[in-house]
């Protein structure tokens, strides 16, 4: 690696910048939607951004609080995307980075954590939210975004609302207008992005085989565009992966949309299905979260039940299928962690019957209005609920085995906290 | 749903309403001396009519929003609904539109109606269904008070409190009306 004095006076700016917080970050008009970067590894990154200058273009990284800057040239695709999988980075370490052109234009700090080494027992924490629809308040973000403790923040779906839109500009306007607000670019910035996908990304409570395959090949680019995820070598459509913290957590992040079939009784294929028992039984992990867009847990309430057909309720045969693996191999550790309801939740499963010792939370909404239900979970199942919007953060300590899970609201208080011993 | 059904009510019987002016009885049918004071005019008739039923539509608003705003605030401030407070917004809104109804017959003053007369012939229409609402407020409360231990438990019996008080408020409104329109009627020589 060469460090050039523009390197280092790259490097020494951003270096400043991010000590002053996000508060500062101030894209530039060539980098609109601001950086982000997602899917941390021990020794890699995937960084992101969206440039719209025609010079040549450059990332630079360097661990926070030193001037080893590290500068990479970056090709973004013709739509100016840019999606870089860095590698050769000391885990367990903060980076900051920023792109920068060769007119000399910059773009906002981000900043990151490196995953711990796969051997490694750190506690971790994880923020997590949901369900974040332009037109509503996204304080909740910008709250989120003022940290720099978090290892990682998952997205849980809904992070964007484009029910109307069939061709990729259509999907790319939506992207782009919940990415050019301050408060998304903030969290983008401030810690790596692990997301999957639910419905609104595409189109209301759809399946694969009741969404138009145009209409879905074109929200998908636009989802791969937009989203700093690492992608299967294999297959670079698939959305389902792990993202691993040492043997402190394993993150299961599940697509319960492009594989589900209706017509089939099918919630996820039956390779994913395979590759989570599989996961879940060899994990050495002491925590693993399963990342479902859709809840779980049990919902079998008059006010809830009429949309039992759009989560895995709805598809009993592969509910019970793998929460009677968790439950029959005795598997420790799972939280499943859910989003879509509109409401935060805490509780178990199931009353009765698989995944009744199991827990699940649910996070968000990050900005969306709350459930209209006129009546919250609680007990006997729910030991917890809110429609205020929120994120989530989950502690993980291993030397305990407890997670603490805590939901915060847009002023930074806490709305509840609970750990568990899983 | 209830703000809808309500003033959607009231708003189709005023169409229907002032369209058709009430056909004055013939001569033959008339038993007694009119009641009223003196002879209204068209206009007059028309008038308490109309002014009748905007009345009731504003007081369905009215209604409305004191079911509503006792749940809002108390989910303003714990973050979830809490199905008691909602009964109380109910009862509220149900009591209120109830009450309201009674006075609403002072715009037959309009007309020179006899007002004891309108309110007595609306009571008469619209008894059953602000019975029917009382019920549904008792349901629906019930159901709240199960919910309130149990999650789920009382949900059924707050979703058929929940549809009865729907259909008792949009009959009660209609009936109201129909009602005041026929005691004022009854009057007309």
């Given at each position: 690696m060469s460090l050039s004095r523009r390197d280092l006076s790259l490097g020494l700016a951003a270096a400043a910048l991010t000590r002053c917080g996000p508060a500062t970050l101030s894209p530039t008009g060539v980098f609109p939607l601001g950086v982000a970067s997602g899917d941390p590894a021990p020794q890699g990154i995937v960084l992101w951004t969206r440039y719209t200058g025609a010079a040549p273009l450059s990332v630079a990284l360097w661990p926070?609080?030193?001037?080893?800057v590290r500068t990479l040239s970056v090709t973004p695709d013709a739509n100016g995307f840019v999606s870089l999988d860095v590698g050769a980075l000391q885990s367990a370490t903060d980076y900051g980075f920023a792109f920068r052109d060769a007119a000399e234009q910059q773009s906002a700090v981000g900043r990151f954590r490196t995953a711990p080494d796969l051997q490694a027992r750190p506690v971790v924490t994880i923020g997590a939210t949901c369900c974040t629809k332009y037109g509503n308040a996204f304080d909740v973000l910008a709250r989120a975004g003022q940290?720099?403790?978090?290892d990682a923040f998952l997205l849980?779906?809904?992070?964007?609302?484009?029910?109307?839109?069939?061709t990729v500009e259509d999907f790319r306007g939506k992207w782009q207008e919940a990415f050019l607000l301050p408060e998304y670019q903030a969290l983008k910035a401030s810690t790596a992005l692990v997301a999957t996908w639910d419905d609104h990304e595409f189109n209301n409570d759809w399946a694969r085989d009741t969404l138009d395959p145009g209409r879905f090949t074109a929200g998908s680019t636009a989802w791969f565009e937009h989203i700093p995820m690492r992608r299967n070598?294999?297959?670079?459509?698939?959305v389902w992966r792990r993202v691993r913290f040492g043997t402190t957590a394993e993150v299961f992040v599940l697509?319960?949309?492009?594989?589900?079939?209706r017509s089939k009784g099918q919630y996820i294929s039956p390779a994913q299905l395979d590759w989570l028992k599989r996961g879940l039984s060899s994990s050495p992990c002491t925590f693993k979260l399963?990342?479902?867009?859709?809840?779980?847990?049990?919902?079998?309430v008059p006010f809830f039940e009429p949309f039992?057909?759009?989560?895995w309720e709805g598809f009993p045969v592969q509910r019970t299928d793998i929460l009677t693996h968790i439950d029959d191999a005795g598997i420790p550790g799972v939280l499943w962690v859910a989003g879509d309801f509109h409401l935060a939740c805490a509780g178990?499963?199931?009353?009765?019957?698989?995944?009744?010792n199991a827990v699940e939370v649910l996070v968000g909404p990050g900005g969306q209005v709350p459930n209209a239900s006129p009546s919250y979970p609680s007990a006997p199942q729910f030991e917890w609920s809110s429609g205020i919007n929120n994120y989530t953060e989950f502690s993980l300590d291993p030397s305990t085995g407890r997670a603490k899970v805590t939901w915060i609201d847009a002023s930074g208080a806490v709305l509840y906290t609970q750990t568990y011993a899983l | 749903m209830r703000t809808l059904g309500g003033l959607l009510s009231s708003f189709l019987l005023a169409c229907v309403l002032s369209a058709a002016n009430p056909t004055p009885l013939a001569p033959s049918e008339?038993?007694?001396?009119?009641?009223?004071?003196a002879q209204p005019t068209r206009a007059q008739r028309a008038g308490a009519q109309a002014t009748f039923i905007a009345a009731f539509a504003a007081s369905n608003a009215v209604a409305a929003a004191l079911a509503y705003v006792p749940p809002r605030v108390q989910f303003d401030r714990a973050g979830r609904p809490d199905p008691l407070v909602t009964t109380g917004g109910l009862l509220l809104g149900a009591l209120a539109q109830v009450a309201l109804a009674p006075l609403l017959a002072e715009a037959y003053r309009i007309g020179d109606a006899d007002l004891a007369q309108v309110r007595r012939t609306m009571w008469q229409w619209s008894r059953w269904p602000a019975l029917g609402a009382a019920v549904a407020v008792l349901l629906f409360g019930a159901g709240a008070l199960l919910e309130?231990?149990?999650?789920?438990?009382?949900q059924g019996l707050m979703i058929g409190g929940a549809a009865l008080l729907a259909v008792s408020w949009v009959t009660f409104d209609v009936t109201a009306i129909i009602g005041a329109n026929r005691g004022y009627r009854e009057q007309l020589p």
């Open positions: 926070a609080g030193t001037n080893d940290r720099s403790d978090l849980l779906g809904d992070t964007i609302y484009a029910d109307g839109a069939h070598p294999d297959l670079s459509t698939r697509d319960c949309r492009s594989e589900r079939y399963i990342m479902s867009s859709v809840p779980i847990s049990q919902f079998a039992s057909y759009d989560r178990r499963v199931s009353l009765d019957g698989p995944g009744r | 008339v038993a007694e001396p009119s009641p009223l004071l309130r231990n149990d999650f789920g438990r009382g």
